[in-house]
């Protein structure tokens, strides 16, 4: 049993104003896995003024200071890797192969490519008589979800530090193990006092507070569209800055060549993985029509291939992350079945011999039609439903008529039609047959949020630009 009930302040780790804790847990085995301390207004307000007194000396810290300070971070995030895994296994049932795989690795390469972009960055530009310069926006509220939360919680921090802000981290309340743990990374690091601060807790005692104080000047938000639009409430009095990663309701155009089955198989994959709980997920399929009953047998057989249960062991998947989310699921399963779609693998219920633990069959639909419900709302589980299409105007189409615009996804030989399709997907992320790199901006359009993270875009959404005129060069004012 973990029990984390301080909170980290001011280089300290301290005691909350109030004793209010939250059980967290297992999503394996329905059982505690542990305890955290819950903040409140009071402990936002502590932290606040400990990210206000050190701003003004790290906002003036070099680029080589802050490079130092990158490269302690990675030699002891480095030692902690395997607690790190642990953690992620018992807070949100990742798999071990996963949790120890590409959870924590995503950190070191989102760190790498943090430490590339602050070696390049220009913070300040001459341009004409004017000196356009970039400068940390000041102190950042960072609140963090539970399905990637290392990852998540490394695209604010690296930036938020690179670009000498100071910052209060909320992680989620059903995966604070991993944050707590990261905060021991940092302090052992020796990030100076007050530039990072740690507060617990959920989102009415602890992140409306950060939201609406009126000390921090940016509210970086990742999680679904409902809360982000709470978030943005909440900020608008103050008028800080406010940067979302939102929901996700991805299409996967499979083109009509001869990878088509492949291609369909690796869609599966893609969608089940961390047990669909990815806002970036490739959920809604689009085939051609005439190829229909292709698709639905290579997304069957993929689906029948993607192993289930104890996250302890060498399984595909393991639970969602709690017993209110398996029930969203199911519901929505059902919702697509009374709708009309046909179920071509899993369906209701727990898979065969899993009776405990918030255990979901991988599914999929097929027969969807794009205003079906499981086609439009955000499902958030291993569940994919399957479109057909008869020409690639109408695929584009029905990808684009969604109300969020997280990702998009083009699989196919033909590099010019892929391509060509990409540009016209209303989407901030597309990746076409799988493409994957740290120094791509991530963000969304639409009800998926708005700001980027990831590479050079992340640096600039904590950055203030400043116009000083009269910075003509020596030789023009002679």
């Given at each position: ?15 909350p104003?109030?004793?209010?804790t ?21 402990d936002v307000?502590?932290?606040v ?8 000396s ?5 680029v080589a200071?802050?490079?130092?300070l990158f490269?302690?971070i990675?030699?002891?995030?480095q030692?902690?890797?395997g607690d790190?895994?642990?953690?992620l ?36 530009d ?18 963090t ?16 530090l690179?670009?000498g ?9 059903r ?10 990374v ?25 939201a ?15 809360a ?10 103050t ?9 996700g309701?991805?299409?996967?155009i ?24 990815t ?30 249960g104890d ?13 209110s ?9 059902q ?27 991988p599914?999929?639909f ?25 020409s690639?105007?109408e ?10 615009g ?5 699989a ?20 076409i ?14 009800k998926?949020?708005n700001?980027r ?23 023009a004012?002679?």
């Amino acid at each position: 049993m973990r029990e984390y009930l301080k909170f980290y302040i001011g280089g300290q780790w301290v005691d909350p104003v109030a004793d209010r804790t939250f059980e967290v847990i297992n999503p394996a085995t329905e059982a505690a896995a542990g305890k955290v301390a819950l903040g409140s207004a009071a402990d936002v307000d502590a932290a606040v003024a400990a990210a206000q007194e050190a701003f003004p000396s790290w906002s003036q810290t070099s680029v080589a200071d802050r490079l130092d300070l990158f490269g302690a971070i990675g030699a002891e995030y480095q030692k902690r890797t395997g607690d790190l895994a642990a953690a992620l296994t018992e807070e949100m049932g990742a798999p071990s192969a996963l949790a120890g795989g590409f959870q924590v690795d995503l950190v070191l390469g989102h760190l790498q490519k943090a430490t590339e972009v602050l070696q390049n960055y220009r913070f300040e530009d001459q341009q004409g008589a004017t000196l356009i310069v970039k400068e940390p926006i000041g102190v950042c509220g960072l609140i963090t979800p539970w399905n990637w939360p290392m990852a998540l919680i490394s695209v604010k921090v690296f930036p938020a530090l690179a670009t000498g802000c100071t910052m209060i981290l909320k992680p989620s309340e059903r995966s604070p193990f991993t944050g707590q743990i990261f905060t021991e990374v940092l302090d052992a690091a020796g990030v100076p006092a007050g530039v990072f601060n740690l507060v617990q807790g959920d989102g009415p005692s602890v992140g409306v507070p950060l939201a609406s104080h009126p000390g921090v000047d940016m509210i970086s938000f990742t999680g679904s569209t409902r809360a982000g639009i709470d978030i943005a409430r909440n900020a608008a009095p103050t008028v800080k800055r406010v940067a979302q990663e939102l929901g996700g309701k991805g299409p996967n155009i499979i083109l009509d060549d001869e990878d088509f089955a492949t291609n369909v198989g690796q869609g599966v994959a893609d969608m089940m993985g961390n047990s669909g709980q990815t806002c970036s997920a490739p959920s809604r399929m689009l085939v051609p029509t005439a190829r229909m009953e292709e698709a639905v047998s290579a997304a069957r057989a993929a689906t029948e291939g993607v192993t289930v249960g104890d996250p302890t062991g060498e399984v595909a998947i393991g639970p969602v992350v709690a017993g209110s989310q398996w029930d969203r699921i199911q519901a929505l399963i059902q919702k697509g079945i009374d709708e009309g779609a046909t179920v071509v693998a899993g369906g209701p219920g727990r898979p065969d011999g899993l009776e405990k633990g918030f255990y979901v069959k991988p599914t999929v639909f097929a027969g969807v039609t794009n205003d079906m419900t499981i086609a439009r709302q955000e499902i958030f589980g291993p569940v994919l439903t399957i479109i057909g299409y008869d020409s690639i105007d109408e695929a584009i189409d029905i990808a684009n008529d969604t109300e969020y615009g997280l990702s998009g996804f083009v699989a196919g030989r033909d590099l010019d039609q892929a391509r060509a399709i990409a540009r016209r997907l209303r989407a901030g992320s597309i990746a076409i047959n799988g493409g994957f790199d740290f120094a791509s901006p991530f963000g969304g359009y639409k009800k998926s949020g708005n700001g980027r993270e990831w590479g050079e875009a992340g640096f600039d959404e904590y950055l203030e630009v400043k116009g000083i005129q009269g910075y003509a060069p020596d030789a023009a004012q002679a």
